[in-house]
């Protein structure tokens, strides 16, 4: 079974940036997609941006794109999610996962355990 650690989270001032990093404890690279999900204080868990590994095609929602980017280092089994320009609107709990759709949650068979953001105005 695939274990996924996520880490990589902390504070930083708006306007920071910070990089996640998410490795499998075996070959997450048996799934179609990696992606990563936030959730937001009293807010449902939400897919922000994902990596279909067949292509490399990469998909983010609005808010983020241009922001953040999902790249992939195989030979480490790693994932990680590079964002820049935070605002405090992207303060969350960060989600690794695996799975054969992941821009929802259904989609996923895999998570990481996740990551606290913090982003200070």
């Known amino acids: 079974q695939v274990q996924l650690v996520d880490s990589g989270g902390g504070s930083v001032q708006a306007g920071g940036s910070l990089r996640l990093s998410c490795t499998g404890s075996v070959d997450i690279y048996s799934n179609t997609c990696m992606g990563w999900f936030r959730q937001a204080p009293g807010k449902r868990r939400m897919g922000v941006t994902s990596l279909y590994i067949p292509g490399g095609t990469t998909y983010a929602i609005d808010s983020v794109r241009g922001r953040f980017t999902i790249s992939q280092d195989k030979a480490k089994n790693t994932v990680y999610l590079e964002m820049k320009n935070l605002t405090p609107e992207d303060t969350a709990t960060y989600y690794c996962?695996?799975?054969?759709?992941?821009?929802?949650?259904?989609?996923?068979?895999?998570w990481g355990q996740g990551t606290q953001v913090t982003v200070s105005s």
């Open positions: 996962a695996a799975g054969e759709r992941c821009t929802v949650e259904s989609g996923i068979n895999f």
